[in-house]
């Protein structure tokens, strides 16, 4: 079957959801207010957090971010104290990053301020509709899962 159509349609759609949850009602302060992640920093210290350490060239290709512009980012990162950088014993060219304990915090801060923006949404919505809602995010997380399977088989 061609899904093209009803692809281009939704296309426009879900990046106006992606909007709703990043947009004019973006969440994402930190513990203090002078260090503030935003969406961007988040999805790298949780990427970290997954990975326990993680080099530039590694964390450009998950987040497809070129090297030179997530190069100035993590620098700030580490002058803020959110990530760690430590060079390599085995080859000194080699750096990798990991979190700190500051950096640690930010992820659970901004995990708890999304969960709360999140809430706020669906607390206006009749109970009926909230349910259902609920029911197409965790729908579209196991697509998602399924989808990166089939492409980590690749």
Known sequence: MNYRKEIKSISNSLIDLVLLFHGPYRVGYSITKEKRTNLQRYLILKLIERNKKMNITS????????????????????????????????????VYFSLTKFGKENIEEFEKNYENKLTGFIDKMKKEEAKELIELFKQMINLSKKINKIMERK
């Open 59 to 94: 964390i450009s290709k998950c987040l497809d971010i070129k090297k030179n512009t997530l190069s100035e980012l993590i620098n700030r990162m580490v002058n803020d104290k959110l990530l760690y950088r430590k060079i390599s014993d085995n080859d000194r060219r080699k």
